[in-house]
T-cell receptor, first 111, second 114 residues
Framework: SQQGEEDPQALSIQEGENATMNCSYK?????LQWYRQNSGRGLVHLIL?????REKHSGRLRVTLDTSKKSSSLLITASRAADTASYFC???????????FGTGTRLKVLA | DVKVTQSSRYLVKRTGEKVFLECVQD?????MFWYRQDPGLGLRLIYF???????EKGDIPEGYSVSREKKERFSLILESASTNQTSMYLC?????????????FGDGTRLSIL
């Protein structure tokens, strides 16, 4: 079963606006990652946040983690058409090397 | 940069055929993974390997097998292809350390079974 569930499933915004997508998970984690997937390509790792961190930044990306609510959010500021992609969160499955991916948020940035 | 190479971007096979999907990584990663990706279902883990000749079943191993004879290569085998195995297949690799490491993905193989 899927541990991570992204919300919304799809998001359409204008270039320059901020995009926020959320991820919820079910069990305790060591850390959580966000990935981007351009159409027809593999996933690309964006950012990793550890369970003892609350916020992390990387360029125009800001990730928050709330372990009490078992949720994370990814904020993309000043979005560009090139940010159009699907975004996935991934969590670890305790005691294994398995990663559990959500179903993704499809982001469309209109020029 | 880590490079994960999948042998084919597109593949068309017939029902009942034995199908081999190959994946090679060039960064000496211990872990390798095979996923399938279907609309609305996200990524589902088929098999993963944490060392040469070692493998563990993922969430949907039925109808598949894997082979890891060398550290850099991880093969996915469809023993007798069926139409419900039409999908996008993604290979990934990662380092094996205490906290799970970012995965590096190939560009995928879009497999059609006719």
């Amino acid at each position: 079963s899927q541990q991570g569930e992204e919300d919304p499933q799809a998001l359409s915004i204008q270039e320059g606006e901020n995009a926020t997508m959320n991820c919820s998970y079910k069990t305790s984690i060591n850390n959580l990652q966000w990935y981007r997937q351009n159409s027809g390509r593999g996933l690309v790792h964006l950012i990793l946040i550890r369970s003892n961190e609350r916020e992390k930044h990387s360029g125009r990306l800001r990730v928050t983690l709330d372990t009490s609510k078992k949720s994370s959010s990814l904020l993309i500021t000043a979005s560009r058409a090139a940010d159009t992609a699907s975004y996935f969160c991934a969590t670890d499955a305790s005691g294994t090397y398995k990663y559990i991916f959500g179903t993704g948020t499809r982001l469309k940035v209109l020029a | 940069d880590v490079k994960v190479t999948q042998s084919s971007r597109y593949l068309v096979k017939r029902t009942g055929e034995k199908v081999f999907l190959e994946c090679v990584q060039d960064m000496d990663h211990e872990n390798m993974f095979w996923y399938r990706q279907d609309p609305g279902l996200g990524l589902r883990l088929i098999y993963f390997s944490y060392d040469v000749k070692m493998k563990e079943k993922g969430d949907i191993p039925e109808g598949y097998s894997v082979s890891r004879e060398k550290k850099e290569r991880f093969s996915l085998i469809l023993e007798s292809a069926s139409t419900n195995q039409t999908s996008m297949y993604l290979c990934a690799s990662s380092l094996r350390q205490r906290y799970f490491q970012p995965q590096h993905f190939g560009d995928g193989t879009r497999l059609s079974i006719l």
